[in-house]
């Protein structure tokens, strides 16, 4: 059964870094996995994901801020996102999500992502 755990999140000041993690398991084919974030009142947009086979992506807004990463270890990848220079804007709940589809509709929305964390705060003071 697959299943996504999450750690990490927040509160840092502006400028500032966190990192949060997302064990994936239970996964059996070449999948994607990646980071959703809802701000309240906004919709749930993605900030990054990496693909089994090492591809990554990213979203406009965190490019140059935000790095992804993947560690496999027997049955688990973990999954890293490094966030530096944090701005009070990516103050939001980050969720890990994962599916067996290419990630490249995630940009589109949320819609049709098959499998999701539970979510983590990320706050960031100004």
């Known amino acids: 059964e697959e299943q996504l755990v999450e750690s990490g999140g927040g509160l840092v000041r502006a400028g500032g870094s966190l990192r949060l993690s997302c064990a994936a398991s239970?996964?059996?084919?070449?999948?994607?996995v990646g980071w959703f974030r809802q701000a309240p009142g906004k919709e749930r947009e993605a900030v990054s994901w990496i693909h089994s086979d090492g591809r990554t992506w990213y979203a406009d807004s965190v490019k140059g801020r935000f790095t992804i990463s993947s560690d496999n270890a027997k049955n688990t990848n973990t999954v890293s996102l490094q966030m530096n220079s944090l701005k009070s804007e990516d103050t939001a709940v980050y969720y890990c999500?994962?599916?067996?589809?290419?990630?490249?509709?995630?940009?589109?929305?949320?819609?049709?992502?098959?499998?999701w964390g539970q979510g983590t705060q990320v706050t960031v003071s100004s």
């Open positions: 239970g996964f059996t084919f070449e999948y994607v």
């Open positions: 999500a994962a599916d067996y589809l290419d990630g490249s509709t995630w940009a589109i929305g949320p819609t049709g992502v098959a499998y």
